[in-house]
């Protein structure tokens, strides 16, 4: 690798937002917000709103999603409009 060209990397704890579940891994973001880890250490934490602990793809979940009237709002709004015959 080339030095001085690439971000530096640190320990940081992300912590998933729908699943209340944190995690420490290495990355080169950083965030002014900390967190004291299991190890006694404080380590930056960036809080995320999905990650593989609560994504339906890896829990095998679905999420039901309020979208009742959404397809009756969209056709009642872009509906051709139709033109009396002559």
């Known amino acids: 690798m080339k030095p001085r ?36 250490n404080t380590y930056p934490l960036i809080d995320v709103e999905i990650s593989s602990a609560s994504h339906p793809f890896y829990t095998g979940n679905q999420r039901v999603l309020d979208t009742a009237g959404r397809v009756e709002r969209f056709e009642r709004r872009y509906r051709p409009t139709r033109k009396a015959a002559r």
Not at 13 to 27: C, E, G, I, N, Q
């Open 5 to 40: 060209i690439h971000p530096d990397s640190r320990l940081v704890v992300f912590r998933d937002r729908a699943a209340d579940v944190a995690f420490l891994t290495r990355s080169t973001a950083d965030s002014p917000r900390t967190i004291e880890w299991q190890d006694g």
